[in-house]
């Protein structure tokens, strides 16, 4: 498509409930990061896949957050037993080369409830 | 359809130097514009702009908006090396959304 897009733009569950957010990176572009937004703060970053490598996981908060990507293009960031402090505006962008030239969906805003 | 754009998208300037970046942008029901700095994962947050015409500064950088034109600048004096970053420019709008900006990447030659 033309732009990253992002599934569901809003989600609330309630506490304890697992989600599944979407992502679709713009084709062809080998980088996919994951990052939040919480209600005034900056952003977070989560998650980041480069190609084939080995995803850097080192920013997810905790071991109830996971993410994949399949074949290289769309993902999915799943949250497990979510929590009240999960909720916050969850953004997806791409890249054609990771360096340059980002592209954000507009985020999927999740409350937890 | 609600947009936002930065100009140029890449810049090279030398040490000293001071530069300008552009934000313009069209939504509905504007709430905030955000500059971002991003040099590795995640963007670090520089400067939330509400009003018109109030500067906000911190140290060389500082950054104004124009509600009237629709747009922001981000002004950075006596460039040193460590400000080669992609700048990013996001405005929050109608139901706490966010749009960005795709960025500009400033490159500073020693």
């Known amino acids: 498509g033309a732009g990253v897009s992002q599934s569901p733009s809003n989600k609330v569950t309630e506490k304890g409930k697992d989600v599944e957010l979407r992502c679709d990176p713009i084709?062809?572009?080998?980088?996919l990061y994951w990052y939040r937004q919480s209600l005034g703060q900056g952003l977070e970053f989560l998650i980041y896949?480069?190609?084939?490598?080995?995803?850097?996981k080192s920013g997810l908060p905790s071991d109830r957050f996971s993410a994949e990507r399949t074949g290289g293009s769309v993902s999915t960031l799943t949250i497990q037993r979510t929590q009240q402090e999960d909720s916050a505006v969850y953004l997806c962008?791409?890249?054609?080369?990771?360096?340059?030239?980002?592209?954000f969906g507009s985020g999927t805003r999740l409350t937890v409830v | 359809e609600d947009k936002v754009v930065q100009s140029p998208l890449s810049l090279v300037v030398h040490e000293g130097d001071t530069v300008t970046l552009n934000c313009s942008y069209e939504?509905?029901?504007?709430?905030?514009l955000l500059w971002y700095k991003q040099e590795k994962k995640a963007p670090t947050f520089l400067f939330m702009l509400?009003?018109?015409?109030i500067e906000k500064k911190s140290g060389r950088l500082s950054s104004i908006l124009d509600k009237k034109e629709l747009f922001s600048i981000l002004n950075i004096t006596a460039t040193q090396t460590g400000d080669s970053a992609i700048y990013l420019c996001?405005?929050?709008?109608?139901?706490?959304?966010?749009?960005f900006g795709k960025g500009t990447r400033l490159h500073i030659l020693p």
């Open positions: 962008a791409s890249s054609l080369t990771g360096e340059f030239g980002y592209t």
């Open positions: 084709s062809g572009h080998t980088a």
């Open positions: 896949f480069q190609g084939n490598s080995a995803p850097d």
């Open positions: 939504v509905t029901n504007f709430r905030s």
């Open positions: 509400t009003s018109s015409g």
């Open positions: 996001a405005v929050g709008y109608r139901d706490d959304k966010i749009i």
